[in-house]
């Protein structure tokens, strides 16, 4: 009888332990996730129009090593024919290249080839991304939709005459239509996509042959013009998404933007003279800059494009020189002092970030 009384008081003891550490085991608070950090650059090369020589660079911020034409090392086959833009969503990495009518997904950490969506007579320029669905502008007039699980074109909408840049802001799709190919009758709209419906539900009219469309704070959009390269020059629009309406219009010779928080990194360039120019402008102020950006006497030839590092802040600005000569990738600080730069291919036309 006593023998069973300690037996039971035992088990008792060892139940009520196991619950109490149990439950200080179960208030523990949870690990905190790292913070990401960025572990290279990817730069796509858009090569010259029919040459068929688009690369991928790929540059390691930890060692400094450069990869040149890195989807060629990973996958034994070339990129293709003048890669338009670059974007990572997920686990994937996404190239559009346009005169190879295909969309090329990969592994974002590897470069491996997952497949070649092909995009046939429709010479894609851009891509956006929103809630598992992928949209392709093509210079045939459309925007496709892709289902980035299946990777199958799920939806196409028509929109205006060759579309270049395309946005996602405030579950909405915006699409620059430039009405480059007629030339000089350009296009001058810039259509507004319902992403439930996926229809049309405004035309937006905009400065002549607009080319970038750029999200803020999910509220604005920003519109760069590149005008007829002759007496009608750049111009930049700001477009309120909760009305579809331009709330203004800058009246400033913007050929490429990138957006930190709440600053724009804004750089210009004239054809015609080679002078080119970078500043910032106060989102929250509309103020641009009267001094340039770089302060430290770094010159650039031809700017060719311009990203931000989401984690860094770091400011990346390609430049392409003649068009015809392998360029370089300058990475600066918030304050424009130049922190490295690496040889790239020819011209350098899109920037991207891989991150753990």
């Known amino acids: ?117 092909s995009l046939s007579g429709k010479s894609p320029r851009s891509i956006a991304f929103h809630e598992g669905k992928a949209y392709v502008s093509c210079f045939d007039g459309d925007v496709v939709r892709i289902d980035t699980a299946t990777l199958t074109v799920d939806g196409t909408v028509r929109c205006g005459e060759n579309p270049e840049g395309i946005c996602v802001c405030n579950n909405k799709i915006y699409v620059a239509n430039s009405g480059g190919l007629n030339y000089p009758n350009y296009d001058s ?3 507004v996509i319902d992403i439930n419906s996926f229809s049309v539900v405004k035309t937006i009219p905009v400065a002549i042959n607009p080319c970038l469309v750029i999200p803020y704070n999910d509220r604005y959009v920003f519109v760069q013009s590149r005008g007829n390269y002759g007496n009608i020059p750049y111009n930049l629009h700001k477009i309120d998404t909760y009305s579809d309406n331009i709330v203004k219009t800058y009246n400033i010779n913007v050929l490429g933007m990138a ?91 899109s920037i991207v970030f891989k991150q753990e």
């Open 189 to 191: 709209t810039v259509t």
């Open 259 to 349: 957006i930190h928080q709440h600053t724009a990194y804004i750089y210009s360039y004239d054809y015609d003279s080679g002078d080119s120019w970078i500043r910032t402008m106060d989102l929250l102020t509309d103020k641009l800059s009267t001094e340039n950006f770089i302060t430290d006497g770094t010159v650039l030839q031809t700017p060719f494009c311009i990203a931000t590092n989401p984690i860094t802040g770091d400011i990346y600005i390609s430049d392409a020189y003649n068009y015809t000569v392998t360029g370089d990738v300058y990475c600066f600080s918030a304050q424009g002092k130049k922190k490295f730069s690496f040889p790239v291919d020819i011209n350098p036309g």
């Open 1 to 117: 009888m006593i023998k069973s009384s300690l037996q039971h008081l035992l088990c008792k003891t060892v139940l009520l332990l196991t619950a109490f550490f149990g439950l200080c085991s179960s208030c523990n608070p949870p690990q905190p996730t790292p913070n990401p950090i960025t572990t290279g650059v990817l730069v796509l090369n858009q090569g010259n129009f029919q040459l068929n020589n688009s690369t991928i660079t790929f540059y390691d911020l930890a060692t400094g090593l450069i990869t040149d034409d890195a989807f060629r090392v990973t996958n034994g086959r070339g990129l293709g024919d003048t890669g338009n833009d670059l974007k990572i969503y997920g686990s994937k990495l996404y190239c559009v290249v346009n005169n190879s009518h295909r969309v090329e997904v990969m592994d974002a950490k590897s470069l491996q080839s997952i497949m070649a969506i």
